[in-house]
């Protein structure tokens, strides 16, 4: 199982960010898919989740209405839509399977900062 994150980086808080992770190792198209991000000296947070075809998500509350989640079963990739964002976004964000994989990616850093 391998998870590749990319499309973090640097931006003004208000600003956008589009993230990708590309699974391998497992039947992509059957899983329900989700982005956790961890901040420094914080736990790891459930950021948001899309079901295996992609007609339901769920959002933690403090990215709801900002973050869209979205997944493309052909290219074996999910997506997460970071608008209006804010310094407290700041973190490494990381995709996994649900139920999770023991191995995690390197996450992509998002760091929001003026």
């Known amino acids: 199982v391998q998870f590749v994150e990319s499309g973090g980086g640097l931006v003004q808080p208000g600003g956008s960010l589009r993230l990708s992770c590309t699974a391998s190792?497992?039947?992509?198209?059957?899983?329900?898919m989700t982005w956790y991000r961890q901040a420094p000296g914080k736990e790891r947070e459930l950021v948001a989740g899309i079901s295996s075809a992609g007609r339901n998500t769920n959002y933690a509350d403090s990215v709801k209405g900002r973050f869209t989640i979205s997944r493309d079963n052909a290219k074996n990739t999910v997506y997460l839509q970071m608008n209006s964002l804010k310094p407290e976004d700041t973190a490494n964000y990381y995709c996994?399977?649900?139920?999770?994989?023991?191995?995690w990616g390197q996450g992509t850093q998002v760091t929001v900062s003026s």
């Open positions: 996994n399977k649900q139920p999770p994989s023991l191995y």
């Open positions: 190792g497992f039947t992509f198209s059957t899983y329900y």
